[in-house]
């Protein structure tokens, strides 16, 4: 669905919409606190989409059915992994981030769809995983559940801060409570810090991000992963005007006129290709982000998606508030090494953390 054509109405009627939207978000992620422990050797625990999911208290074959959930498994619980979704598995290409045992052992796993492209029932139940755990916008989760007749469990990664609880409820489920209590406990600390910041900040560029998929003409909604990290980061995202149907969609194409009349102060294009597309296509030029040289790209190890999306946040605040200058530099490479070490056991070199997203 597109809103090229749609008119986009004012804050006054948005702002009710996404506060309920924000407030049910928050109600659904502090959901997954609640366990109860059966006396046949399961355990019923409530997921991030409020479902009272019932499973085996020990797991030994999990399965994942997208890439932030199956990084998880592969950190927290690779002996319990029975297979990688096709979007973790484009990721292993380059292979970066894991040893050469460890990138042997996933590229041998049977690869399964994601939620959102279409899933096997058949193959799910061939490969008998104790549970799947999928995303809260899994549309189908309790017919595959049925279908299956597999426990399957919703966790989520919008809002950006919503990870904590995600990572803390995979490591509940597999029985690696203290590991992700670590990895939790720097995520929530992290975002804690940019909101610190953001409290204190006069400073709130308006940005777009633009460019997930190579489209350069497309924005993510206020409830999305991207746009919740440019809000926290002490931006105004300029999707949060967009209708509430399309808050949640990460990418929603919109006309070249929108975008100038948007004029940001500040664009976030996905990687590196799709700058050089802003900076150069003669139709971007009249914005005033172009005009100033205010276009930028992530770092390939610090993006605003996936499990390092918390340094992605990072990233953002010291391009929307300090101005990517060398003290927001020094604090980014010194939390990247951190994040590396505690998540995937080794720091980056020098040429990874100034990395370009492509």
Same mark, same amino acid.
């Given at each position: 669905?597109?809103?090229?054509?749609?008119? %986009?109405?004012?804050?006054? %009627?948005?702002?009710?919409?996404?506060?309920? =939207?924000?407030?049910?978000?928050?109600?659904?992620?502090?959901? $997954?606190?609640?366990?109860?422990?059966?006396?046949?050797?399961?355990?019923?625990? +409530?997921?991030?989409?409020?479902?009272?999911?019932?499973?085996?208290?020990?797991?030994?074959?999990?399965?994942?059915?997208?890439?932030?959930?199956?990084?998880?498994?592969?950190?927290? =619980?690779?002996?319990?992994?029975?297979?990688?979704?096709?979007?973790?598995?484009?990721?292993?290409?380059?292979?970066?981030?894991?040893?050469?045992?460890?990138?042997?052992?996933?590229? &041998? %796993?049977?690869?399964? $769809?994601?939620?959102?492209?279409?899933?096997?029932?058949?193959?799910?139940?061939?490969?008998?995983?104790?549970?799947?755990?999928?995303?809260? &916008?899994?549309?189908?989760?309790?017919?595959?559940?049925?279908?299956?007749?597999?426990?399957?469990?919703?966790?989520?990664?919008?809002?950006?801060?919503?990870?904590?609880?995600?990572?803390?409820?995979?490591?509940?489920?597999?029985?690696?409570?203290?590991?992700?209590?670590?990895?939790?406990?720097?995520? #929530?600390?992290?975002?804690?810090?940019?909101?610190?910041?953001? #409290?204190? +900040?006069?400073?709130?560029?308006?940005?777009?991000?633009?460019?997930?998929?190579?489209?350069?003409?497309?924005?993510?909604?206020?409830?999305?992963?991207?746009?919740?990290?440019?809000? +926290?980061? $002490?931006?105004?995202?300029?999707?949060?005007? %967009?209708?509430?149907?399309? #808050?949640? &969609?990460?990418?929603?194409?919109?006309?070249?006129?929108?975008?100038?009349?948007?004029?940001?102060?500040?664009?976030?294009?996905?990687?590196?290709?799709?700058?050089?597309?802003?900076?150069?296509?003669?139709?971007?030029?009249?914005?005033?982000?172009?005009?100033?040289?205010?276009?930028?790209?992530?770092?390939?190890?610090?993006?605003?998606?996936?499990?390092?999306?918390?340094?992605?946040?990072?990233?953002?605040?010291?391009?929307?508030?300090?101005?990517?200058?060398?003290?927001?530099?020094?604090?980014?490479?010194?939390?990247?090494?951190?994040?590396?070490?505690?998540?995937?056991?080794?720091?980056?070199?020098?040429?990874?953390?100034?990395?370009?997203?492509?």
């Amino acid at each position: 669905m597109s809103i090229k054509n749609i008119a %986009l109405p004012g804050p006054a %009627l948005i702002l009710p919409v996404l506060v309920l =939207a924000l407030l049910a978000a928050v109600c659904s992620a502090s959901s $997954g606190d609640t366990n109860k422990t059966g006396t046949d050797g399961t355990v019923t625990i +409530t997921d991030m989409l409020g479902r009272k999911v019932t499973m085996p208290k020990t797991i030994h074959r999990v399965l994942a059915l997208h890439p932030i959930p199956t990084g998880l498994l592969a950190i927290l =619980a690779p002996q319990d992994q029975v297979s990688i979704d096709s979007y973790f598995q484009r990721s292993l290409k380059t292979h970066d981030l894991y040893t050469d045992d460890e990138y042997k052992r996933l590229s &041998n %796993l049977p690869v399964t $769809g994601v939620y959102f492209t279409g899933i096997s029932a058949e193959q799910i139940i061939e490969l008998h995983p104790d549970v799947v755990i999928t995303m809260v &916008n899994d549309k189908n989760i309790d017919r595959e559940q049925q279908q299956t007749g597999i426990p399957f469990f919703a966790v989520s990664k919008a809002p950006t801060s919503s990870y904590e609880t995600t990572i803390r409820l995979v490591g509940q489920i597999v029985g690696q409570q203290k590991r992700a209590g670590e990895m939790a406990g720097f995520w #929530a600390e992290t975002v804690q810090s940019v909101e610190n910041t953001t #409290a204190k +900040t006069t400073r709130h560029p308006t940005v777009l991000y633009t460019g997930k998929n190579g489209h350069t003409t497309s924005v993510p909604g206020r409830n999305t992963v991207f746009g919740s990290t440019i809000d +926290t980061a $002490g931006g105004q995202s300029v999707g949060d005007e %967009l209708p509430s149907a399309f #808050a949640s &969609n990460e990418s929603n194409p919109v006309s070249m006129e929108q975008v100038v009349k948007w004029n940001p102060d500040i664009i976030i294009a996905s990687g590196a290709a799709s700058r050089n597309t802003i900076m150069t296509d003669p139709q971007w030029h009249a914005l005033k982000a172009v005009q100033t040289g205010h276009v930028y790209a992530p770092r390939a190890f610090a993006g605003l998606d996936g499990l390092q999306a918390v340094l992605g946040m990072v990233w953002t605040q010291g391009v929307l508030i300090e101005g990517d200058d060398a003290a927001a530099e020094a604090r980014l490479t010194s939390l990247m090494q951190s994040y590396y070490q505690l998540f995937y056991g080794h720091t980056l070199t020098a040429s990874q953390i100034g990395e370009p997203a492509r």
